[in-house]
């Protein structure tokens, strides 16, 4: 009998992105794709001036011992849909280049997330423990995504680190940039140590992998 090695199906491209360092990688003027500029991330922050009174954010529940952020929903309404519709275009593009796989779209609200040094709830720092996306009751989720919104100068840890050996992958950092991953990946976000990293995270859906 001859079995087939399963981790080789997926033995893919680890990441791509969008990287805002990269002026190759800003979309031309009118097109909906790209990295963020730095003025639209500061646009997407500014959301959380209203979480009060809107309906598009709603702050999530964390659990400090597996995931400990400060979490709005951010949802497709007339003022967000430029932003889910970037993001959708860049998976889109990146998934037909790298990946090809089925897929549905966004189905879950994407996250506006805020790392904070200052946050000493549960005497814990913020951070994201070693985890994989498509888990159980979540193996919908096929590709993940992060826009980084901070500038990387501004504080220091919350890096996300993606592994498929002992050593992380290196990542763009730049403010705006767009990394992309499937879901599958064991990633982190280590404790932040000082400042605040704002970011946009988001998962796209799909059958399930097979």
């Given at each position: 009998?001859?079995?087939?090695?399963?981790?080789?199906?997926?033995?893919?491209?680890?990441?791509?992105?969008?990287?805002?360092?990269?002026?190759?990688?800003?979309?031309?003027?009118?097109?909906?794709?790209?990295?963020?500029?730095?003025?639209?991330?500061?646009?997407?922050?500014?959301?959380?001036?209203?979480?009060?009174?809107?309906?598009?954010?709603?702050?999530?529940?964390?659990?400090?011992?597996?995931?400990?952020?400060?979490?709005?929903?951010?949802?497709?309404?007339?003022?967000?849909?430029?932003?889910?519709?970037?993001?959708?275009?860049?998976?889109?593009?990146?998934?037909?280049?790298?990946?090809?796989?089925?897929?549905v779209g966004i189905l879950e609200p994407i996250q506006l997330i805020c790392y904070d040094s200052n946050n000493t709830s549960h005497k814990i720092k913020d951070n994201c423990d070693l985890h994989i996306?498509?888990?159980?009751?979540?193996?919908?989720?096929?590709?993940?995504?992060?826009?980084?919104?901070?500038?990387?100068?501004?504080?220091?840890?919350?890096?996300?680190?993606?592994?498929?050996?002992?050593?992380?992958?290196?990542?763009?950092?730049?403010?705006?940039?767009?990394?992309?991953?499937?879901?599958?990946?064991?990633?982190?976000?280590?404790?932040?140590?000082?400042?605040?990293?704002?970011?946009?995270?988001?998962?796209?859906?799909?059958?399930?992998?097979?």
């Amino acid at each position: 009998m001859f079995w087939i090695y399963p981790e080789k199906k997926y033995n893919q491209t680890i990441f791509t992105c969008y990287d805002s360092s990269n002026a190759s990688n800003f979309c031309p003027r009118g097109e909906n794709w790209g990295a963020f500029t730095v003025d639209e991330c500061d646009w997407i922050i500014s959301l959380l001036q209203n979480v009060e009174t809107s309906q598009n954010c709603i702050v999530e529940v964390t659990n400090p011992s597996y995931r400990q952020v400060s979490a709005w929903s951010i949802y497709q309404t007339q003022e967000t849909n430029w932003v889910w519709q970037r993001l959708i275009n860049n998976v889109i593009y990146a998934n037909s280049y790298w990946w090809n796989y089925d897929l549905v779209g966004i189905l879950e609200p994407i996250q506006l997330i805020c790392y904070d040094s200052n946050n000493t709830s549960h005497k814990i720092k913020d951070n994201c423990d070693l985890h994989i996306d498509n888990e159980y009751p979540f193996s919908f989720r096929k590709i993940s995504f992060s826009v980084e919104l901070s500038d990387p100068n501004s504080y220091e840890g919350a890096e996300l680190n993606l592994y498929v050996q002992t050593n992380p992958q290196v990542l763009p950092r730049g403010r705006g940039t767009m990394t992309m991953f499937p879901s599958f990946i064991l990633h982190e976000v280590i404790p932040i140590i000082s400042g605040k990293r704002w970011a946009l995270i988001g998962w796209v859906t799909g059958p399930q992998f097979r």
